[in-house]
């Protein structure tokens, strides 16, 4: 199972519990959020909109790239997801959203793609791209290419 699947199947339950709190019961909790759109996948009726025409950068692009590629990396062969990964001391302190992890522990890949994909977890991140290219600079010269297809792919819509 891909990251895109199982980031597609966190969203689904997200999803699932939003809806069991009803409707008016969702609207009542507190949104902090700049924008954001609720709609019912099966009928396309809008349940819940928020500025959402507003025009929103990517929280971490960053992020989504870095799983891109961690998914390119496990449909390769090149790692699985269930590999351990030990944390280096520069992951360990890396600031921002975190996972908290500590240097010289061993993490399952697929639990720091998850911490990168829900809480965008710079540390966890930062292990990943260590794990599959052995180092953070090789990681992003390898995402370079990647983002500038995107751009090119973007124009031309």
Excluded: W
Aim: charged share 20%; glycine share 6%; hydrophobic share 45%.
């Amino acid at each position: 199972m891909t990251i895109a699947n199982r980031i597609c199947g966190f969203c689904v339950i997200l999803m699932t519990l939003l809806f069991s709190l009803h409707v008016p019961d969702a609207l009542a909790l507190k949104l902090t959020a700049h924008s954001a759109i609720l709609m019912d996948m099966t009928s396309g009726r809008i349940l819940y909109s928020h500025n959402a025409d507003d025009t929103v950068q990517p929280a971490s692009i960053t992020k989504i790239l870095s799983l891109y590629l961690a998914d390119e990396a496990i449909r390769e062969g090149r790692v699985r997801s269930g590999d351990p990964v030990k944390v280096s001391r520069q992951a360990g302190r890396t600031g921002g959203s975190k996972m908290y992890l500590q240097a010289g522990t061993e993490i399952p890949l697929e639990e720091l793609l998850k911490g990168m994909a829900v809480v965008s977890a710079n540390d966890a991140s930062v292990a990943v791209a260590e794990y599959i290219d052995g180092n953070v600079d090789l990681f992003v010269e390898r995402m370079k290419p990647k983002s500038q297809r995107a751009r090119h792919d973007q124009q031309l819509f």
